[in-house]
C-alpha cells in the first residue's frame, strides 16, 4: 500500500502560479511512476502530468510549457509548478503514485 497526500493549492489571480506537492510513502518511491490529474466540476479526470522513474516527464498539451512537474526522491515528493495559470486550471488536483494508488486531492482556483 502507498499513501499519497496533496498540497499547496488555493486561490490564485489568472496568471499567477502555485506549486502543488505530493508526498507518498513507500521505501522505494524512487521505482514508482508518478502523475498529476486533475478533475473540475462535471468533467472526468484528466492527466496533467507524469514523470517516470527516470525523470522524463509528459504533458498535456492544455498545460505544456506552463506547468512542470519534478520529483525529489530523498523527500518521496512529486511537484507540480504552475505558472501562467488560467481560469479553466480551476479543478481538484490529484496526485497518483504508480498508477493506482491516489491522494485526496487539493483545490486549485484561478479567478480574479
Known amino acids: 500500500q502507498v499513501h499519497v497526500v496533496e498540497s499547496g493549492g488555493g486561490l490564485v489571480q489568472p496568471g499567477g502560479s502555485l506549486r502543488l506537492s505530493c508526498a507518498a510513502s513507500?521505501?522505494?518511491?524512487?521505482?514508482?511512476?508518478m502523475g498529476w490529474y486533475r478533475q473540475a466540476p462535471g468533467k472526468q479526470r484528466e492527466l496533467v502530468a507524469t514523470?517516470?522513474?527516470?525523470?522524463?516527464?509528459n504533458y498535456a498539451d492544455s498545460v505544456k510549457g506552463r506547468f512542470t512537474i519534478s520529483r525529489d526522491n530523498a523527500k518521496n515528493t512529486v511537484y507540480l509548478q504552475m505558472n501562467s495559470l488560467k481560469p479553466e486550471d480551476t479543478a481538484v488536483y490529484y496526485c497518483n503514485a504508480k498508477g493506482q494508488y491516489w491522494g485526496q486531492g487539493t483545490q486549485v482556483t484561478v479567478s480574479s
Open positions: 513507500g521505501s522505494i518511491f524512487s521505482s514508482y511512476f
Open positions: 514523470i517516470t522513474t527516470g525523470g522524463i516527464t
